[in-house]
C-alpha cells in the first residue's frame, strides 16, 4: 500500500486561504493518481478532488468546484490542495487518498470512500466565521 502523509491545516478565518500537501511514499507509477476526501463531525466522508499523475486531470466536487484547486509535483510524489475562499462549511478533517494499482482517482466521484485503497491519517481545517 501507498503510504500517505499529509501537511497544511489549522485555523483561518471565513475567506482566507490555506493550502495542504499529501506526500506519497510510493513511486508515482504505483498509482493512476491521488485525491482528497474530508470528514466533518458528525458527517460521512465526502470527496472533495482528484488528480492523475499522467496528464494531470482533475475532478472536484461540486461544494469547492471554483474555490478548491488541485495540482501535483511528480519529483515529489505529492499532490496539493489550494482552498480559497474557504467557508466554515469546509471545517473538517481532510484526508489524503490513493486508488488501488490501475484504479482512477476519478471514479471516487460516484464511488466515494469505499473504493479508497489507502488513507492519509488526516489533518484538520477549521474556518471560523
Known amino acids: 500500500q501507498v503510504q500517505l502523509v499529509e501537511s497544511g491545516g489549522g485555523l483561518v478565518q471565513a475567506g482566507g486561504s490555506l493550502r495542504l500537501s499529501c506526500a506519497a511514499s510510493?513511486?508515482?507509477?504505483?498509482?493512476?493518481?491521488l485525491g482528497w476526501f474530508r470528514q466533518a463531525p458528525g458527517k460521512e466522508r465526502e470527496f472533495v478532488a482528484a488528480?492523475?499523475?499522467?496528464?494531470?486531470?482533475?475532478s472536484c466536487s461540486d461544494s469547492v468546484k471554483g474555490r478548491f484547486t488541485i495540482s501535483r509535483n511528480i519529483s515529489k510524489n505529492t499532490i496539493y490542495l489550494q482552498m480559497n475562499s474557504l467557508k466554515p462549511e469546509d471545517t473538517a478533517v481532510y484526508y489524503c487518498?490513493?486508488?488501488?494499482?490501475?484504479?482512477?482517482?476519478?471514479?471516487?466521484?460516484?464511488?466515494?470512500?469505499?473504493?479508497?485503497?489507502?488513507w492519509g491519517q488526516g489533518t484538520q481545517v477549521t474556518v471560523s466565521s
Open positions: 488528480i492523475t499523475w499522467s496528464g494531470g486531470s482533475t
Open positions: 510510493s513511486r508515482t507509477f504505483s498509482t493512476v493518481g
Open positions: 487518498a490513493a486508488p488501488g494499482p490501475g484504479s482512477s482517482p476519478h471514479n471516487w466521484i460516484v464511488t466515494g470512500p469505499r473504493s479508497v485503497n489507502s
